[in-house]
């Protein structure tokens, strides 16, 4: 059975830095993609990051330079490292898998595509 747990949510001062996880089970990486998405209170979910199989990752432009996305292979595990964290950030973090690549995943922020996880909540607030 495919399930995607985030972990690693929680608040944060400006200017810090998160770790979010996401432990996919139930299916190996293997010609997959996977992305982070989010949703601020009262705005539609957006995408954030994307890493194929391959490695190759993209970033949305307001994360750009700040977040890392990484595979661990081992753990079939996604990782979001988030650094100068505004409250722009805030908002509920969910990681999505789909046999698609980086750039159609983003378009598409939607649970109808693909398998979502439930999501972790980030707050960036001093």
């Known amino acids: 059975q495919l399930q995607l747990v985030e972990s690693g949510g929680g608040l944060v001062q400006p200017g810090g830095s998160l770790g979010l996880s996401c432990k996919i089970s139930g299916l190996t990486l293997d010609f997959y993609s996977v992305a982070w998405f989010r949703q601020a209170p009262g705005k539609e979910r957006e995408g954030v990051s994307c890493i194929t199989s391959s490695g190759t990752t993209k970033y949305e432009d307001p994360v750009r330079g700040r977040f890392t996305i990484a595979t661990d292979d081992a753990k079939n595990t996604v990782s979001l490292e988030m650094k100068m964290l505004t409250p722009e950030d805030t908002g509920v973090y969910y990681c999505?898998?789909?046999?698609?690549?980086?750039?159609?995943?983003?378009?598409?922020?939607?649970?109808?595509?693909?398998?979502w996880g439930q999501g972790t909540q980030v707050t960036v607030s001093s």
């Open positions: 999505a898998v789909a046999e698609a690549p980086c750039r159609r995943l983003l378009l598409y922020p939607t649970p109808d595509f693909g398998s």
